[in-house]
């Protein structure tokens, strides 16, 4: 495990806000070098500290309106194994993440529409048709704050 000081942390918060950040202008709010905060980030990287740059998309520019958290009991855990669901329900675009959890549900889905009626024609056409699919509820996304984590 690595040993995270303070400006490690501080690093890894400011990073989560913005991860094109360069090196440099890092480096002056935390008031390192741009030699030593890029030698901080590439340490952090290797020790694995960060899975992957991502791409935050605006939603709602792309024109889906309408996040569901759908939470979906599988009807028969023998019958269809767990990786045939998962294999197939990320195949459908319009879901973003695929939780495997513990609880009145087997599966957490976190899917995207257009709008409701949009929503309801991948609940019916794809979701409800795949393998194993028992009791689902779904819970409609009012609004989200994003936070960067407990560092």
């Known amino acids: 495990m690595l040993d995270l000081d303070e400006i490690d942390r501080a690093l890894v918060r400011a990073l ?10 890092l480096g002056r709010a935390l008031g390192l070098s741009q ?16 899975r992957a740059a991502r791409l935050d ?27 045939d669901f998962e294999r197939a329900v990320s195949a459908i675009p319009e879901v973003q993440t695929v939780e495997h959890v513990l609880g009145l549900y087997d599966y957490r889905l976190r899917v995207v529409a257009r709008d409701l009626s949009d929503f309801e024609r991948v609940l019916r056409r794809r979701i409800m048709a795949l393998p194993g699919v028992g009791g689902l509820e779904a819970n ?12």
């Open 16 to 25: 989560a806000q913005d991860m094109s950040a360069s090196a440099g202008a």
């Open 57 to 83: 998309l605006d939603l709602e520019a792309l024109s889906f309106g309408v996040t569901v958290f759908l939470g979906v009991k599988l009807a028969t855990k023998g019958r269809v194994s767990l990786e």
């Open 35 to 50: 030699p030593a905060c890029w030698r901080r980030i590439k340490r952090l990287r290797e020790a694995g500290v960060f």
């Open 140 to 151: 409609v996304l009012l609004s989200e704050e994003q936070r960067p984590g407990p560092i």
